[in-house]
């Protein structure tokens, strides 16, 4: 018997262990499946019994596989817990709020008031896509957007609270002709292109979540291009006869553009706080406070009886 184990050996079995499925497992911890399958041989050796019964058409754990399972989990968290001392409360909490304006600046306001003595800061500068990849890596602590739009391996490494339930809207020239309405059906889309970030894989999952709303409804997605940075950029590309470009209710609307709610049905954004899992700060304390009071006050989860929402996307947010 060993007087050490190497943690990773320790991560290997505890994903198959909880996929009983070992590509979905190795995808869960980003290593090919033969490496994850050499530590598990490699587990087994040093501990002196199969944790696992292997065929050809399923992945099931002994008695000792179930039996040890608890015991590793604890030895993970133990080193979570130690590594996140070891990276300090006292750092600052990088969060993503991907635009100015939005719901999760609201959270980061509030937590700000409820951790005083903790240095929360902000950056703009990517969707959720991109983002998780910094999350997953550590170089980023925490950011918002559509949970349900990341791959399962990705979601596998973070955890998530769901915030709002976003109305999405469109912002228009102002010489557009759908300017003039106060809200635009779907239907009034018909016809035309609706820009959402094609091409930018950093936006990926509003993409997707777009392609979904306009599917069957006559309307086509703009074609990848150069993404307009800084309002004075954006009110120009519009100026120029843009694409109506999506949005949502809160966006921030520069001179020369309007917005406008989208109706019948009302399309929802599904935004959720993201952080890496075993991350332990202060400072996210008070943003996950934070998101549940503003939206037990706000209403942020209310779905409307005529909303729109990917049934995938509705399960997640509800956690089932």
Known sequence: MPRDLDPRLLRAYVAAAEEL?????????????????????????????????????????TGDGERLLPHARRMLAAQEDLLAAARGADRPLLVD???????????????RELAPDHELMARYESGLAGAAAEIAAGR????????????AEVRAVLRHRPVRLEPMAVLLAEGDPLAALDRVPLAALAGRRLYAGAGNPCTAEWTDLAARLVDGRGVALS???????????????????????????????PPGVVLRPLVDPVPLSPVSMVWRRGLAHPGLDALVSAADELAAREGWLHEPADSWLPEGDRAVMRGT
């Open 223 to 253: 074609p990848p291009a150069p993404m307009a940075v800084g309002m004075e950029e954006f009110r120009r590309v519009m100026a120029r006869g843009g694409d109506p470009v999506l949005a949502v209710v809160d966006h921030p609307v």
């Open 21 to 61: 499925h070992f590509t979905r497992a190795a995808a869960r911890l980003f290593v090919a499946q033969q490496a994850l399958s050499r530590d598990i041989r490699r587990l087994e050796r040093e501990l002196g019994t199969e944790l696992f019964l292997r065929t050809t058409r399923q992945v099931a754990l």
């Open 140 to 151: 980023l602590d925490v950011s918002f957007g559509r949970f349900a739009g990341l791959g």
């Open 97 to 111: 709020l991907n635009t100015a304006g939005l719901s999760s600046g609201r959270v980061l306001a509030r937590a």
